[in-house]
Every structure is written in C-alpha cells, then in structure tokens.
C-alpha cells in the first residue's frame, strides 16, 4: 500500500515499456527481469529525450541476463546516461570519452551495516538506519569518480566505505537509545568501530628457524 501513492493510474493497462517511456517520461528505469535485453532502444531514448542524464540501472545477473548493457545504455544517450548494473562491465569509451558504469552491489552496505548493529549491540535495525548507511555510502563517491560516469566508490575503498556506513548505522542506534554496548571511555564511535573490524591477515603456523 506505501507503494501505491506512486502509482500513475491515468494510464491505460496494458502499455508496452516504450509506449509507457514516451508517455510518462521516466527519469529512472530499474532492470529487475532477469530477461536479456528487455529494456529496449526506443525506450532508452524516449528518455534521454525528456531528460538530460537518464538513469539506467540493470540489476539482474550474471551478465547474459542484463537487461541492457552499459554500451547500449551510453550510445542510445550520446553518453549522457547515469549507469550502474548488477554484474560487474568495462569500461566504455563513447565519443572520445570513457565511462566506468557502477556495480550496483549490496556489498557497499550490508557489511557496514552488519558491523554497526553487532558491535553496538542494537536490538534491532530500523528503517533509519538503513536510511543513514545509504546517506552514508552517497557521500563516499569522489567527484573524480562522478566525472567518470560512476555513481559508487571504486571497490578497493570498500572497507572505508564500510567503516562509514557502520559509523552511521551506530550513531542512529545511539541517537535512538538502541544500542547495549558502548565505546571505551575516551574512545570514539570511530574508533571503537575500527578496532572490531576484522582483518584478513594469515598468521605464518610455523616459526622461522635459522
């Protein structure tokens, strides 16, 4: 039902996604179908006709279930789309200028916010939260990497990105009387977060000998 206020309901049943592009004139399309190639040409420039910076986000994988790949979403907009996909693509160079379409993964948040909750001890995970942790995640993206056509950080930030994301997932917490375990006397949200993380390093089994 929270659903329906967005709902058009001056529409006919039955319209195809490109007569529905070109009547409605969506600023965002969600590939969620797991059908390849369903978004089609003629509803990607519907909308870049009606707005300047189309977004365009396939989410279905693996790649052979893409609704639209990257390149088709960048030549169809003259490159002017805003692109992330569910599976990871290359880059793509359109009209002398090369793009790098944003994996759109849950990997950016679920950790985070998985570190926050645990650590902090919450009862439980509201809507806010997962609200901050998206807040969050939106100021990690370098306006060099907005440049490039990408809309998420570069993967290789991804534990700072998570340190953030379960810095505000934990201060939410606080702020909501939620949380059961508390940082060091002294000690910062940040740090006490930081010093739970885990680490991946291997420990060598054997001692050195001479």
Not at 135 to 152: H, I, N, R, W
Not at 176 to 190: H, I, M, Q, Y
Request: glycine residues 8%; hydrophobic residues 40%; negative net charge.
């Amino acid at each position: 039902e929270e659903h329906a206020v967005f709902a058009r309901s001056d529409l006919p049943e039955g319209l195809s996604l490109e007569a529905c592009c070109e009547q409605v004139a969506p600023e965002l399309i969600l590939g969620l179908s797991g059908r390849k190639g369903t978004i089609s040409e003629a509803a990607i420039r519907s909308m870049a006709a009606a707005h300047h910076q189309p977004i365009v986000m396939p989410l279905s994988n693996p790649t052979s279930a893409t609704e639209i790949t990257p390149e088709e979403a960048y030549t169809w907009t003259d490159g002017r789309a805003i692109v992330a996909t569910g599976s990871p693509f290359d880059p793509v160079t359109i009209g002398g200028k090369t793009l790098y379409p944003s994996q759109c993964n849950n990997m950016y948040i679920f950790p985070g916010v998985g570190l926050g909750a645990s650590v902090c001890l919450t009862e439980t995970i509201p809507d806010s939260m997962l609200y901050h942790a998206a807040v969050a995640l939106s100021k990690m993206t370098t306006d060099d990497e907005l440049a490039k056509g990408s809309v998420f950080p570069a993967v290789d930030q991804i534990r700072t990105v998570s340190l953030n994301v379960a810095i505000a997932c934990a201060r939410d917490a606080y702020d909501k009387g939620l949380a059961r375990a508390n940082p060091a006397r002294g000690e910062t949200v940040e740090g006490f977060l930081e010093r739970k993380m885990y680490f991946p390093e291997y420990v060598p089994i054997f001692s050195e000998t001479e």
